[in-house]
């Protein structure tokens, strides 16, 4: 069975300070990654989607990145947080084809002090 | 820019009552068109999805009615119960990128 892997669950950053945020898959291969951010009360925002190794789309230009080192490991980064970086990030797969259900994470709350 | 607008942002329904939830989209491109309820703390997960070739989809107290025409989308919940107190979110999927997009969510409050 698949299952998603998401860590940390919490952190608490100061400013200016890096970000590291990692996403693994097991039991499926070639999955459509996705990373998304929840502000307080509000909606999921699409930060970045991958349906490939190479291919890595952006949908927020903030001073967040995305890299996909592995077939199943997606990582969210940043060189310096802002406090508006604060949130709930979720990390989601779906299967690498079009109507399917996604699966998310479990999350990280992230806090930016 | 908001691909799926939902609305409302809360709602609060008796038991027993009948909760809906609107959705609406701009993209024809889009192809498929889950909801997904989310516990606080939790990520969210698949309640019911359709596909634009139907109008109406239903799983147990949960249907989808779907206009294609006005491309709208709605969850009904029949029968409220207040295990179904969370947040509801509607989505779309895109036909060729497969990008995923949510609306804002919707937070039902269902009173006993």
């Known amino acids: 069975s698949q299952t998603i892997h998401q860590w940390p669950a919490t952190l608490v950053q100061p400013v200016g300070s890096p970000l590291s945020l990692e996403c693994t898959v097991e039991?499926?291969?070639?999955?459509?990654l996705y990373w998304y951010r929840q502000a307080a009360g509000r909606g999921l925002q699409l930060l970045f989607y991958?349906?490939?190794?190479?291919?890595i789309s952006s949908e927020v230009p903030q001073n967040l990145s995305a890299s996909r080192p592995q077939d199943r490991q997606f990582i969210l980064s940043s060189k310096k947080l802002l406090l508006s970086d604060s949130g709930f990030y979720l990390c989601?797969?779906?299967?690498?084809?079009?109507?399917?259900?996604?699966?998310f994470g479990q999350g990280t709350r992230l806090t930016v002090v | 820019q908001q691909q799926v607008k939902q609305s409302p942002q809360s709602l609060i329904v008796q038991k027993g009552g009948i909760s809906i939830i609107n959705c609406a989209y701009e993209?024809?491109?889009?192809?498929?068109f889950p909801w997904y309820q989310q516990f606080p703390g939790k990520g969210p997960a698949l309640l019911i999805a359709?596909?634009?070739?139907?109008s109406e989809k239903k799983e147990g107290r949960f249907t989808i009615s779907f206009n294609k025409s006005a491309k709208q989308f709605s969850l009904h919940i029949m029968d409220s119960q207040p295990g179904d107190s969370a947040t509801y979110f509607c989505?779309?999927?895109?036909?060729?990128?497969?990008?995923?997009?949510f609306g804002q969510g919707t937070r039902l409050t269902i009173n006993p």
């Open positions: 989505a779309a999927s895109h036909l060729v990128d497969q990008k995923l997009v």
């Open positions: 989601a797969w779906r299967i690498s084809q079009r109507r399917t259900e996604a699966f």
């Open positions: 991958s349906i490939g190794i190479d291919q």
């Open positions: 359709i596909r634009p070739d139907v």
């Open positions: 993209n024809t491109a889009f192809d498929y």
């Open positions: 039991g499926t291969s070639n999955p459509n």
